[in-house]
Each structure stands twice: as C-alpha cells, then as structure tokens.
C-alpha cells in the first residue's frame, strides 16, 4: 500500500515567494496532520484536520501561513510571502482515527527560504 | 499539561551492543497512548510501536523491545545486538485520550543513536 505522499521534496525559493507544499494521505485515512521540525523546536504540529475540516490550526505561526483540504486524498499548507526563518522540514501525517491513532508520516518537504 | 521527557540526546555504541532509549512522560489522564518513531538519516519519520495504558506487557519484536512502566512513566526502548542500520534518531511520543479534539501527539525532543562498526 502506498504510504503518505508528500510533494515537492526539496523546494529552494526566496524571501517574498510564495510556496505551496502537497500531501496525500494513506488512502481510507480521515485524519491527516501538518507538522513543521526544526533543530531548535523540535517537531511541532500545525494544524489538524478530520473529515477534511480543520480542527486544530493553533500550531500555525501567523497568517502567513495556510492550509486546505479539498478533498480525502489532498491537502496543501501555502506560505505566502515566504521568510528564511521558515526554513525547515515540512511533514505531512495521516492517521485513520483521529490524534490517538497511530499516525504515518510522508517523506517530507525540505524547505529552503534564501 | 503532557509532556515527554528523552533525557539521553547523544549515544554512540559498538556494532553488536545491546542499547536502550529512555522515555518519560507525564500525563494527568488515565487512557493514553504511547509511540516510538524511527527518523534515519534519509529524514522519514518510521513508526515503530503504539501502547495504550491499560497494557503494560513487554512487547518485543525482532531486535526491538519496549519496556512500559506504569509505575515509572518511563516507555523505554531496547535495541539488541545493535548494527549500523539502527543509527537515526528516536522519538518518544504520548497522546491523551479524554483531550478528545484537542488531544496533541507531544514528542520528546528525540535521542540519535550512532551505532559504529
């Protein structure tokens, strides 16, 4: 079974771009996760959707930053404009049941801001 | 407010040492749940196992075991006979059951494990 698909891998722009990060989950899963990991905070959640409505987005830094679920099977996290402290692995996760259940991570999207 | 707790941040073993990982948490909720994930170099987050709290029996799979104490709050991870492969960086993670939608996976700040020939 495919796993937790995340796109683009790597992703290099500049300060003031705008960037869009996509992820699909495990097919069947209905909970689906955006986590953003750093050397100084660690793994940090962003925002959590369920049934494709967000449920938790207190982890989102500021406006700057946002995220959507059309559908079961996509969801994009947009930077817009992009700052060099946004620089970081970007994480996408989805789990069958909610935060208790166990969640599968993609490969992650590692962003560069210049 | 849960929390979890690596205290160890840096190990290094020989090839074939047995190792163990420590992890504890801290909760105020009586159903909760526990995890290890695996992050290798390549950077992908591998899950290795979940617990609930009402089952502290060992698990043991392969090379892996997992040590759950109640009594302790410590959910410690044991490599055996270590090899090179097993070199990454471990995570400890809890979650709350009666947090309901607000329930966080909270993860430990992670221990890399080197593992040297």
């Known amino acids: 079974d495919a796993g937790v698909i995340q796109s683009p891998r790597h992703e290099v722009t500049e300060m003031g771009q705008e960037v869009t990060l996509r992820c699909k989950p495990i097919?069947?899963?209905?909970?689906l996760f955006w986590y953003r990991q750093t050397m100084m905070r660690g793994l940090e959640l962003l925002i959590y959707?369920?049934?494709?409505?967000?449920?938790?987005d207190s982890g989102m830094p500021e406006d700057r930053f946002s995220a959507k679920m059309p559908n079961a099977s996509f969801s994009t996290l947009k930077i817009q404009p992009s700052e060099p402290r946004d620089s970081a692995v970007y994480f996408c996760?989805?789990?069958?049941?909610?935060?208790?259940?166990?969640?599968?991570f993609g490969p992650g999207t590692r962003l560069t801001v210049l | 407010a849960q929390k979890v707790t690596q205290a160890q941040t840096e190990i290094s073993v020989v090839e074939k040492e047995d190792v163990t990982l420590d992890c504890v948490y801290e909760?105020?909720?009586?159903?909760?749940?526990l995890f290890w994930y695996k992050q290798p170099p390549s950077g992908e987050l591998v899950f290795l196992i979940r617990?609930?709290?009402?089952?502290?029996q060992n698990e043991i799979s392969g090379r892996y075991s997992w040590n759950f104490q109640k009594s302790t709050s410590s959910f410690n991870f044991t490599i055996t006979a270590s090899q090179v492969v097993d070199s990454a960086v471990y995570f400890c993670?809890?979650?709350?059951?009666?947090?309901?939608?607000?329930?966080?996976?909270?993860f430990g700040k992670g221990i890399t494990l080197s593992v040297r020939p």
């Open positions: 996760a989805s789990s069958s049941q909610g935060r208790t259940d166990t969640q599968y």
């Open positions: 097919s069947g899963h209905n909970s």
């Open positions: 959707f369920n049934n494709n409505v967000p449920i938790d």
């Open positions: 909760t105020r909720d009586t159903t909760y749940y």
């Open positions: 617990r609930n709290s009402f089952d502290e």
């Open positions: 993670a809890l979650s709350e059951a009666s947090a309901g939608a607000n329930s966080k996976l909270t």
